[in-house]
C-alpha cells in the first residue's frame, strides 16, 4: 500500500526537526574547533571557513599550561572515580535487585533522595574531612570523596533486575557465593549498564571545577579543567583563540567516548525502565 502525501510530509517534517536540533547541539563544539585553529581577528566571526588555518592558539595556549601533566590529572582523577563507583555501585545495586534483606525498599528509596542532594552542600563537609585526613593536594583527597553516586546504583539495580531469576539459580546451584555470581554471571550480561555508568560518572570528574579548587593547590596537581580556568582568568581574557583551544582539547575525550559507545549507552537507557 502506497503512503499518502501526508505521512511523506510527516516523515519529512519529522527528519526536518531532528536535523535543525542535531545542527544546535553540534554547531557550538563546530564553533569551538573552529576558532581555535582561526587568526586572532577572525575568532569572533560567524563564518564556517576560515580564511586561513593556523594553530598558533594551540603554541601560545602549551606554552603556558602544562598540558601532558594536567591531561595525567584528569584521567587519573576521572578514571580512578569511575573505576570505584564501578565495582561499589554494582555490588550495591546487585544487592537491591536480587538480595532480600529487611528494609531493602526503604534503603533504595534513601539511595533515590541522595540523588536529590547538590553536591554544593556536601563540598563543605567534605573539604573538611579531607582535611583532618590530611589528604590536601593529593590524588587520594581528589578521587575518594567524590567516587560513588546514587544513579550508578539506580542504573545497575534496574538492569540486574531484567537478568533472568534462572541464570541466578544456576549458578548458586553450581555452588557460586554471590560475589562469583556478580562479577562472573551478572557483570558479564551488562555491559550495556557498566559503559553507561562508566561514561556518565566518568564525564562528572572529567568536567569538574569546584572540587579541584577546593583541595588542590599545587599546579602539579590541577586536572585540565582546572587549569584551563586559571589560564582563562590569569590575563589571558584576550586570547580567546587559546582559551578555544585548551577547551576543545578538554572536550574531545568525552565526545569520542560516546560516539565509540552510543549503542551500549542507548540500550541501557532504554532498559533501565523496564522493572521498577
Known sequence: MNAGPGRWLKTGLFYLVLLAGAVLFIFPFYWMVLASIKTPREVFDLNL???????QSYTYMLDRIPVGRSLFN??????????????????AGYALARLKFWGRDALFSVVLLTMMIPFQLLMI????????LGWMNSYAGLIFPVSVNALGIFIFRQFFRTVPQELIDAARIDGAGELQILFRVMLPLSRPAMITVAILTFMGPWNDLLWPLLVTRDQEMMPLAQAATLFGLEGQGGQWGSIMAVTTILALPVVLLYLFFQRYFIESISNTGMKG
Open 49 to 55: 571557513i576560515p580564511s586561513e588555518i593556523t594553530f
Open 125 to 132: 563537609p567534605l573539604y573538611v574531612i579531607v582535611v583532618k
Open 74 to 91: 584528569s584521567f587519573l582523577f576521572a578514571g580512578g572515580v569511575t573505576l570505584i563507583t564501578l565495582v561499589v555501585t554494582s555490588m
